[in-house]
């Protein structure tokens, strides 16, 4: 197997050097890293093109799309999703391929550690953690049982080619919770289940420093109870706006 990192963007200049390097640490190295970029504005392209990664630029704005377009020129038969926030341990890409060597395992992400200068989130990260699977449990039970977990982005997810290319990708309608649709249409298209692996992977508690806590773990909790009952991608977006 080789594994190809996509890194969606969008003015992510403040983050992206330290996962930029993160990159450069892992052991043994992905095939390509892929950042698709929106049209940023600040330093973030100039910053892919200096670490030598290949460079989507000026894509139209979504990360669902931007997403797509990162997986069409990428290399690898196991694509990666990463945002860019977003940390992974240096043996991540043989943790890939072992995970993905399980032909009943579709899809797969990690246990997201929220951090940033004051430490870890312990509340957010706990939460984020039971949400994989109480989330499906309540509110689509037939796929919980035949194997869905609900990723979500800080998670990174991890699938082969074949699988990812099979569901049709990303859905691009899909403003918001377009990881928990990825999840479901995995397992309803048959491919395999859906896994949360036992393996940390850390990621900016920015959302929280700039919200406050009850804030943004309300806001967590009421978009995910929206989405539960069917609200569409265009109202749960409303409710999540963007910090960078």
């Known amino acids: 197997m080789a ?3 996509i890194i969606p963007t969008l003015n992510e200049a403040e983050a992206l050097p330290q996962t ?18 929106a ?36 290399k690898g038969d196991v694509l990666c999703f990463l945002h860019a926030d977003t940390i992974v341990p240096d043996d991540f890409v043989t943790l ?14 990690f246990v997201s550690v929220m951090r940033g200068p004051s430490g870890v989130r312990r509340v957010t990260t706990a939460h ?4 994989t699977w109480y989330a499906p449990l309540l509110f689509r039970p037939i796929s ?33 919770m377009e990881e928990a649709d990825l999840c479901l249409r995995m397992v309803r298209g048959g491919r395999g289940r859906v896994r949360q692996v036992p393996r940390k992977v850390w990621s900016s508690d920015r959302r929280v420093a700039e919200w406050g ?21 265009a109202r749960l977006s409303k409710h999540y706006e963007d910090v960078r």
């Open 96 to 109: 890939a391929e072992q995970v993905l060597r399980d032909e009943r395992t579709a899809l797969a992400g």
């Open 3 to 5: 594994v190809s990192i």
């Open 20 to 37: 930029l390097e993160n990159m450069q640490r892992l052991s043994p190295a992905p095939l390509d890293v892929v950042v698709a970029d």
């Open 144 to 176: 919980f049982f035949r194997g869905c977990r609900l990723l979500f982005g800080d998670q990174v997810m991890i699938c082969r080619r074949a699988d990812f290319e099979d569901i049709g990708g990303w859905d691009p309608d899909q403003a918001i």
């Open 128 to 131: 984020n953690f039971i949400k």
């Open 213 to 233: 806590f009850w804030r943004a773990n309300l806001t967590y909790l009421y978009v995910g109870l929206m989405w539960g009952f069917g609200a569409s991608s």
């Open 39 to 74: 049209g940023s504005v600040d330093a973030t392209p100039a910053l892919a093109r200096d670490a030598g990664v290949t460079l989507l630029s000026d894509l139209p704005k979504g990360r669902a799309g931007q997403m797509n377009a990162g997986a069409a020129a990428a």
